[in-house]
């Protein structure tokens, strides 16, 4: 980690589950992190609770990535204050609890596609388009995917809907992404991480019970896979990593 000290770091959804614990963790290790969500309280909460070194080099910003204004804001706010982003974590998600057939759903469909796949688009325009004006070779982007995003499991009590379809977006969005960091002779990195069932914020109260049935890996196991990612030697890319908790039954 260390060509990765005093640089910044941007992790979106950072005001709970896996955000927060990569906040968390790039701090620690000597990363300024900027923390976009767009519950500020939380943010702000997520700061306190930091020693005071690495509550110092932690950001809060509020920030809805589904809407590209803000985005745009965000990161531009990022490049004139702290000198512009050089690793971006893409956790920023949402999931809604309808199949793609009920009625009166277009709200709550159109939801999950702006945050899961056109809030990462956006995202990852912007640092890249930040790395260019910079002239910094090797910034690295990471997209925290899902299983959801390689399979369509069949689970009792959870609806996929347009989540799945979301995920296999993104899966498709890395190697997209890929090809265009090469063709653009920049040695930026692209990593996709997709965990199975996580222990998060994402489970809401009707999901108690079935969440309690199911083996889960913890916020802080995602993380640190994005730090072993993010340490590779500069000609190692990691373009796909998988993980399950022992015992997941899909």
């Known amino acids: 980690m260390n060509r990765w000290l005093n640089r910044v770091a941007v992790v979106t959804g950072a005001s709970s589950g896996i955000g927060a614990a990569c906040c968390k963790d790039l701090v620690s290790k000597g990363m300024i992190v900027v923390g976009l969500a767009r519950r500020e309280h939380r943010l702000q909460e997520l700061k306190s ?31 004139q204050t702290l000198g512009g982003a050089d690793v971006l974590i893409n956790n920023a998600g949402i999931v809604r609890r309808t199949n793609i057939t009920d009625e009166g759903n277009s709200e709550a469909l159109r939801a999950i596609l702006d945050t ?6 956006w995202c990852t325009r912007e640092v890249f388009l930040s790395l260019q004006r ?36 993104i899966t498709a969005l890395t190697e997209v992404l890929r ?40 916020a802080e196991d995602v993380a640190d896979a994005v730090t072993y990612c993010i340490q590779t030697p500069p000609y190692v890319q990691i373009h796909e990593l998988t993980i399950k908790p022992v015992g997941e039954r899909f």
């Open 179 to 218: 090809q265009e960091f090469r063709k653009k002779g920049t040695n930026a990195k692209i990593t996709s991480i997709s965990p199975g069932v996580v222990d998060t914020e994402i489970f809401d109260k009707n999901s108690a019970e079935l969440a309690k049935s199911m083996p889960m890996l913890r």
């Open 49 to 79: 609770s930091l020693p005071d070194d690495q509550g110092a080099r932690f950001h809060g910003r509020q920030c809805d990535v589904s809407v590209e204004q803000q985005v745009i804001d965000a990161f531009a706010w990022i490049e």
């Open 116 to 121: 899961n796949v056109l809030g990462v688009a």
């Open 134 to 169: 910079r002239k910094v070779n090797d910034g690295h982007v990471v997209l925290i995917n899902s299983l959801a995003g390689h399979i369509v499991p069949m689970v009792a009590g959870i609806e996929f809907n347009m989540y799945a379809p979301s995920k296999h977006a």
